[in-house]
């Protein structure tokens, strides 16, 4: 009779503790930062996830959820900033690359660029 009770202590540190201890290792890793794009989202138990897929091809899904969350969608390719399986930051790749808007059409203007791309017309200088 004893080891029914030995065996339901041992299944619930392993139900209870288990999940937690998985918890801490993923916060304890590295902050790492690549750059990636988006392949999807999806939410599973009410929590959400991102599947990205790296530079060299490998997918990896990770918790986008809590203080860090960031809105992704679909097709998004920029810098992600991740710790273990948990998302930290996201920095697209357009608004990197973004300086300023084009007056006239609203076009995103490039670094450095002294006309627009999709119209033609020229940037003012900055009085």
């Not at 004893?2 to 590295?30: C, D, M, S, T």
């Not at 929590?47 to 809590?66: A, K, S």
């Not at 203080?67 to 357009?94: H, I, M, P, S």
Request: with cysteine; proline share 2%.
């Amino acid at each position: 009779m004893a080891w029914y009770i030995i065996l339901f202590i041992v299944i619930g540190v392993v139900i209870f503790v288990g999940p937690i201890v998985w918890f801490i290792i993923q916060k304890r890793g590295p902050e790492q930062t690549a750059k990636v794009k988006v392949v999807g989202t999806r939410k599973i138990d009410g929590f959400p996830h991102v599947t990205v897929e790296f530079e060299d091809g490998t997918r990896r899904e990770l918790f986008n959820w809590g203080r860090n969350a960031v809105l992704l969608a679909k097709g998004d390719v920029g810098e992600l900033t991740y710790k273990g399986r948990f998302v930290k930051g996201f920095a697209n790749a357009k608004e990197q690359k973004a300086q300023a808007f084009c007056q006239h059409c609203g076009s995103i203007l490039e670094r450095g660029a002294t006309a627009c791309d999709a119209c033609g017309a020229r940037r003012r200088k900055s009085a």
